[in-house]
T-cell receptor, first 116, second 114 residues
Framework: TQLLEQSPQFLSIQEGENLTVYCNSS?????LQWYRQEPGEGPVLLVT?????EVKKLKRLTFQFGDARKDSSLHITAAQTGDTGLYLC????????????????FGQGTILTVHP | GAVVSQHPSRVICKSGTSVKIECRSL??????MFWYRQFPKQSLMLMAT?????????EQGVEKDKFLINHASLTLSTLTVTSAHPEDSSFYIC??????????FGSGTQLSVL
C-alpha cells in the first residue's frame, strides 16, 4: 500500500504570513489531490495534479506536483483566518490487487490555524 | 455539482446498540461508494468499498461483522455499526463519484457511543 507522509502536522501562524505544506511518498502516484476539511464536515476537493512538475494556482493557493510524481506541496500566500482548517493530500489507493481510482489513501493531514 | 448526502450528521447511542448511517448520491448513480473513518484531528482511513448488488470489500483490519455495509440501490449505501462500543466513537464519512469524475464526500456522521 502506498503511503503519503504529510508535514507539518500542525501549523499556527498569523494572518498575512506565508506557509507551505508538504506531501511526500516513496511511491509514484498517477495523480495527487489536495482537500480542505472543516470540523464536522466532509473534505472538499481543492485541486488535482496529474503531470509531473505541474503547478496549479487557486487564488492565493499554489499547488505543485514533483517531477517524479512522488511528492506535492501546497503554498498559501498571505494567509487569512478563513484558511483555517485541516488540509489533506490524497492519492489513488494501490495494493497488490492494483490501483483503484475511486479509493483514496490520505496523508496524515495538516491542521492549519491562522490567527487574526 | 454532484452531491452526496449523509444522514444522520450526529448520533449518540448506548453501548451495545446498533446504529445505521445512510449515504445517498442525490443527482447521480453510484455503483461504488466508499466508507472512511476519521478520529479527531487525524486523517481519513478507508474502511470499505460498497458495491451495488454485491458484497462490500473491506480493508485489512476492518471487521465486516462489526461494520455491515449494504448497497441495495444505485443511490444508497448504508453502514451499520453493530453492537457499538465506546471505541467505535468516530467520524464516519462516505464518498462516491459520478462515472470517472472527481470524488464527492458526504458531510460525515459523528458517532458517540456512551
Amino acid at each position: 500500500t502506498q503511503l503519503l507522509e504529510q508535514s507539518p502536522q500542525f501549523l499556527s501562524i498569523q494572518e498575512g504570513e506565508n506557509l507551505t505544506v508538504y506531501c511526500n511518498s516513496s511511491s509514484v502516484f498517477s495523480s495527487l489531490q489536495w482537500y480542505r476539511q472543516e470540523p464536522g464536515e466532509g473534505p472538499v476537493l481543492l485541486v488535482t495534479v496529474v503531470t509531473g512538475g505541474e503547478v496549479k494556482k487557486l487564488k492565493r493557493l499554489t499547488f505543485q506536483f514533483g517531477d517524479a510524481r512522488k511528492d506535492s506541496s501546497l503554498h498559501i500566500t498571505a494567509a487569512q483566518t478563513g484558511d483555517t482548517g485541516l488540509y489533506l493530500c490524497a492519492g489513488p489507493f494501490s495494493n497488490a490487487g492494483g490501483t483503484s481510482y475511486g479509493k483514496l489513501t490520505f496523508g496524515q493531514g495538516t491542521i492549519l490555524t491562522v490567527h487574526p | 455539482g454532484a452531491v452526496v448526502s449523509q444522514h444522520p450528521s450526529r448520533v449518540i447511542c448506548k453501548s451495545g446498540t446498533s446504529v445505521k448511517i445512510e449515504c445517498r448520491s442525490l443527482d447521480f448513480q453510484a455503483t461504488t461508494m466508499f466508507w472512511y473513518r476519521q478520529f479527531p484531528k487525524q486523517s481519513l482511513m478507508l474502511m470499505a468499498t460498497s458495491n451495488e448488488g454485491s458484497k462490500a470489500t473491506y480493508e485489512q483490519g476492518v471487521e465486516k461483522d462489526k461494520f455491515l455495509i449494504n448497497h441495495a440501490s444505485l443511490t444508497l449505501s448504508t453502514l451499520t455499526v453493530t453492537s457499538a462500543h465506546p471505541e467505535d466513537s468516530s467520524f464516519y464519512i462516505c464518498s462516491a463519484r459520478p462515472g470517472y469524475e472527481k470524488l464527492f464526500f458526504g458531510s460525515g456522521t459523528q458517532l458517540s457511543v456512551l
